[in-house]
């Protein structure tokens, strides 16, 4: 399956990988390297779009052999293929330079483009004037020629640079996603950047006008930069793309490493090694939430259920204030789990829980949680993530939910890795009237990536565990709440692998 809609990334070249189900993947060839002037320093991020008459062009960022940001066009070899191998770059390039007043440095990162009603396509870039962080718009009809767009997209000053910036509609009403190209009264758009300055990837959704090339979020105090997050755990530099085929928006993005290159270096010929890698998460879908109206709904791709094995189900397993519980499941290293919690006082006694956010972790005590699932752990629970809902409340009756992840205890201190990054992740997640305390966590040897409500706040967790390995894996649940009694229903799936191979060396 081709992805016409896509993202290219990468530092010094261009890889690339294919799939038939966005699960089971085979490493490609390097699509491009660094050969020429006007990338000789690094063929960075891009955009591919599917235009109308069948040909795909991708615009991607150059550094030059004198370190200056630079938009460059390139094209597929060959159509025919549908791996599409082999790229050619355009013998024109560079076809866009940073304009006045812009940094050499600071010019990067074209969108997938979008067809406009004048029949002009546009892409928007990320840069930063002065200290204000922008977003500028080009117009071309033919991917050669360009004209800026006087004005931004948008801007959010004091946000630092913004990288990898994505803009794209989402249906208000509906459960599939959309084209790039759809605007109508129908829609809302999403504006995503990543920070250069945080490492993080925030979004907000909006208006886009098309007629001036601006877009207005819906609430300035969440703006992009200041407010919500793609996920609040370790990602970074997304991307998403739309599927055709199944009629959806997906979501791409890294999962880096939380250890240094200097302990990377240390631990060569351990059995384990702290590799400086980059990787992928689990492929998501991108909905807009109808429900509360503020949020997208990240969800893993479908696909992920053709590697489920055997399940076991557990239906309302009491976790009283300030307890463990194990969950018998045997082998517990690659998992999908379902859970649902709901919990009760033990008094009626009022009580103020006024601190907000995860508090310094699963280990704090208060009113109303923490309380979760404890997943990588192993039997004396000395190392283990807890994934869980922390439920505060304020004099005036205001309740606010974060959901978290505690990487306090992901592994053993070890004498060769003694600064790998233990931090707690975590974010507010709307919980509306009638609705459980649910979450879905994907569990693989050293990832979980978790989803909180439906997928209104995601986590994603980079783990090394020492002592929860392999068999020695187990589950739990608990509850550090100290005036509430949790239950839990479960439903979790044994998961088989990916099996993601080199590609046929006697095909390339």
């Known amino acids: 399956m081709y992805n016409p809609d896509s993202a290219v990334w990468g530092n010094i070249t261009w890889g690339h990988a294919v799939s038939a189900d966005m699960i089971h993947w085979l490493y490609l060839p390097l699509a491009m390297v660094p050969d020429r002037w006007f990338d000789a320093n690094g063929v960075w991020t891009g955009s591919v779009t599917l235009l109308p008459d069948g040909q795909i062009i991708m615009l991607y960022t150059g550094s030059t052999n004198d370190s200056v940001q630079v938009q460059n066009l390139a094209y597929p070899a060959n159509l025919s293929d549908p791996l599409l191998l082999d790229w050619v770059k355009y013998e024109g390039n560079p076809i866009l330079t940073p304009p006045s007043g812009i940094g050499s440095i600071d010019f990067r990162d074209p969108t997938t483009a979008w067809f406009g009603p004048d029949?002009?396509?546009?892409?928007?870039?990320?840069?930063?004037f002065n200290t204000a962080v922008i977003s500028m718009v080009y117009t071309t009809t033919d991917f050669i020629n360009y004209e800026l767009h006087d004005g931004v997209l948008h801007e959010v000053p004091g946000t630092g640079m913004w990288e990898c910036v994505d803009f794209y509609p989402v249906a208000i009403n509906g459960s599939k996603g959309l084209d790039t190209s759809v605007n109508n009264g129908g829609v809302k758009h999403v504006l995503k950047a990543s920070l250069d300055d945080t490492k993080l990837d925030h979004y907000a959704i909006g208006t886009y006008f098309i007629e001036n090339?601006?877009?207005?979020?819906?609430?300035?105090?969440?703006?992009?930069?200041?407010?919500?997050?793609?996920?609040?755990?370790?990602?970074?530099?997304?991307?998403?793309?739309?599927?055709?085929?199944?009629?959806?928006?997906?979501?791409?993005?890294?999962?880096?490493?939380?250890?240094?290159?200097?302990?990377?270096?240390?631990?060569?010929?351990?059995?384990?090694?702290?590799?400086?890698?980059?990787?992928?998460?689990?492929?998501?879908?991108?909905?807009?939430?109808?429900?509360?109206?503020?949020?997208?709904?990240?969800?893993?791709?479908?696909?992920?259920?053709?590697?489920?094995?055997?399940?076991?189900?557990?239906?309302?397993?009491?976790?009283?204030?300030?307890?463990?519980?194990?969950?018998?499941?045997?082998?517990?290293?690659?998992?999908?789990?379902?859970?649902?919690?709901?919990?009760?006082?033990?008094?009626?006694?009022?009580?103020?829980?006024?601190?907000?956010?995860?508090?310094?972790?699963?280990?704090?005590?208060?009113?109303?949680?923490?309380?979760?699932?404890?997943?990588?752990?192993?039997?004396?629970?000395?190392?283990?993530?807890?994934?869980?809902?922390?439920?505060?409340?304020?004099?005036?009756g205001d309740v606010t939910t974060y959901f978290c992840t505690d990487e306090s205890r992901l592994t053993l201190i070890l004498m060769n890795a003694p600064e790998v990054f233990k931090q707690v992740y975590g974010g507010e997640v709307p919980v509306l009237d009638g609705e459980t305390y649910s979450a879905r966590v994907l569990v693989d040897h050293s990832i979980v990536e978790s989803y909180a409500q439906g997928g209104r706040t995601v986590i994603s967790s980079r783990v090394y565990p020492t002592e929860a390995i392999y068999r020695a894996a187990r589950l739990f649940l608990f509850n550090n709440a100290t005036r509430v009694n949790v239950k839990a229903t479960l439903k979790i799936w044994q998961l088989n692998s990916a099996f993601i191979h080199p590609f046929p060396l006697d095909q390339i």
């Open 119 to 128: 029949g002009k396509w546009r892409t928007t870039i990320g840069s930063k």
């Open 213 to 396: 090339e601006t877009w207005v979020p819906d609430d300035p105090t969440i703006d992009v930069g200041i407010g919500l997050k793609y996920d609040y755990g370790r990602y970074y530099a997304s991307k998403t793309f739309y599927d055709q085929n199944k009629e959806r928006r997906i979501l791409l993005g890294w999962i880096n490493e939380t250890d240094t290159e200097t302990d990377d270096l240390k631990n060569v010929g351990l059995p384990f090694t702290f590799c400086d890698h980059i990787l992928q998460t689990i492929p998501r879908t991108m909905l807009f939430d109808s429900k509360t109206g503020t949020n997208l709904l990240q969800w893993p791709v479908e696909e992920i259920e053709d590697l489920r094995l055997n399940s076991t189900e557990f239906t309302n397993v009491l976790v009283e204030a300030g307890t463990v519980v194990p969950l018998h499941i045997g082998t517990a290293t690659q998992l999908d789990i379902f859970v649902d919690f709901e919990f009760e006082l033990l008094d009626a006694e009022e009580s103020v829980n006024g601190s907000s956010g995860c508090g310094d972790g699963a280990v704090d005590r208060g009113t109303f949680g923490p309380f979760g699932i404890l997943v990588i752990a192993d039997e004396s629970l000395s190392e283990l993530t807890p994934v869980y809902f922390r439920v505060t409340n304020s004099t005036d």
